[in-house]
């Protein structure tokens, strides 16, 4: 009895403190049962802002979207009209042929593979998914700088082709003229089978 007559006479002397206690009571109470709830909606709302954050960046990207698109469109148009296509061998081959009477070199055998080369084919360490490759065996002879031009005309000609292999020797055993023997492995991107 002695305790509850205390227990009142605190609660009429100080009714605001009490009811002050009895506030923290329930507010600690409240947070002990909702914590995790409260840390389960600070994270959505951090991965909520970060995905306005990247909308918001993708807004100002997209300025001038359609010219960019079309801009890409004129270059794939480009990129294919400067692929081989594996079907015609002889429009292949002449282009070979039409660098020879260029550049003083002197073409006695062209070979198209019947695959292309097997760095890029499916499964292969480089493969290639939009496009495929046509390898050709080629021998030729002239001189070192005729040869080495040539070489250096294949990188730079319209199409997209890549001397992959090779062999220099000398023709003229008995060193008389200035004539080598090449023979290469030229690999250029086609479309693809």
């Known amino acids: 009895m002695k305790t509850e007559n205390k227990f009142i006479r605190i609660l009429k002397d100080y009714p605001l403190a009490v009811l002050c206690f009895l506030v923290v009571l329930v507010c600690l109470a409240a947070i002990f049962l909702r914590g995790d709830a409260a840390v389960e909606l600070s994270l959505k709302e951090d991965d909520l802002n970060s995905r306005i954050r990247t909308i918001d960046k993708n807004v100002k990207s997209s300025k001038d979207l359609e ?20 079907d015609e061998r002889a429009v292949n081959i002449n282009f070979f042929y039409a660098l020879e009477d260029r ?23 480089r493969a290639l998914k939009l496009h495929s490759t046509i390898a050709y065996n080629m021998s030729l002879s002239g001189s070192f700088d005729e ?6 005309e294949l990188y730079r ?13 000398d023709s003229n055993r008995n060193g008389g003229q200035d004539t080598l023997d ?12």
């Open 67 to 86: 010219s960019h698109v079309e801009e890409v469109k004129l270059l794939v148009d480009q990129l294919e009209a400067r692929l081989f296509d594996r």
């Open 103 to 125: 550049l003083n070199v002197r073409i006695s055998n062209i070979g198209q593979m019947p695959t292309g080369d097997p760095v890029f084919a499916k499964g292969g360490p």
């Open 147 to 152: 040869i080495l031009i040539f070489m250096s």
């Open 157 to 169: 000609v319209d199409r997209l082709i890549r001397v992959a292999d090779f062999q220099i020797s």
């Open 182 to 193: 090449a023979r290469l492995r030229v690999v250029v991107l086609a479309e693809n089978d």
